[in-house]
């Protein structure tokens, strides 16, 4: 970034897109989807969110930013929102200072995405910074595993996060790239399954085919265009 060129974090904004438990005709909890608003168009702003995960400066101006959205978005109706955090975050104090005194805890779920920290001071052979993590979950905040067997959410993180966390998210998008679709179906029912078992919530993201969507147990929570497309939150 130029000396003197101005920082767009004013020009982030999130969408929302509905998390839906298929025992219930409509959903009040969606995931939170960062964007940046520019000539009409709305897009992930890759480049602008590497530079805020890797200056703490920058992340600090966008930690400010959001916050107000947020505060925003809460007193303005009583949905659940989830927000995605990179591991890298917990190693930036304004990250835990803006989770400690946020006052909207009870409808804010933090989901940890995949991602591997730039930098980072925990214990070398810690995937991820369990203790920081443990002190959010004691916030008062549900956690989640987001893109699971992507990054660093394997099973190992999802064993040492055990009594931490409450939720598992799996991408199908994922699967579907790489396998065949009969071996990512049985892939996608077997993780699930193991994921029940461990008493979390499923949430399955990116399904869009109705014969699929079908052959699910309804206990799995669904989360794609089929069901609803990311809008704006006004």
Request: charged share 30%; hydrophobic share 40%; glycine share 4%.
């Amino acid at each position: 970034m130029k000396s003197g060129t101005p920082f767009p974090i004013k020009d982030l904004i999130f969408f929302k897109q509905g998390i839906y438990n298929l025992h219930e005709s409509e959903t009040h909890e969606y995931e939170l989807l960062l964007r940046c608003e520019a000539e009409g168009l709305c897009a992930f702003p890759s480049q602008l969110f590497y530079k805020i995960m890797t200056d703490e400066r920058i992340h600090k101006l966008y930690i400010d930013h959001i916050e107000e959205l947020l505060n925003d978005y809460f007193e303005q109706d009583q949905n659940i929102y989830c927000l995605n955090l990179d591991y890298q975050e917990l190693f930036y104090e304004e990250t835990l200072v803006f989770l400690k005194k946020f006052k909207y805890k009870d409808r804010l779920k933090i989901e940890f995405t995949e991602r591997i920290p730039v930098r980072r001071n925990n214990a070398y052979e810690e995937l991820v910074p369990v203790n920081i993590i443990k002190a959010v979950k004691q916030m008062g905040y549900s956690i989640a595993l987001d893109d699971f067997l992507s990054g660093v959410n394997t099973f190992e993180t999802l064993y040492a996060l055990d009594e931490l966390i409450s939720r598992v998210k799996i991408s199908w998008v994922g699967f579907k790239r790489i396998l065949p679709s009969k071996e990512a179906h049985k892939l996608l029912f077997s993780l699930a399954h193991i994921i029940s078992e461990l008493g979390k919530e499923v949430v399955i993201e990116g399904v869009e085919e109705q014969g699929l969507l079908d052959s699910f147990p309804k206990e799995w929570k669904q989360q794609s265009y089929y069901y609803e497309l990311p809008r704006k939150i006004k």
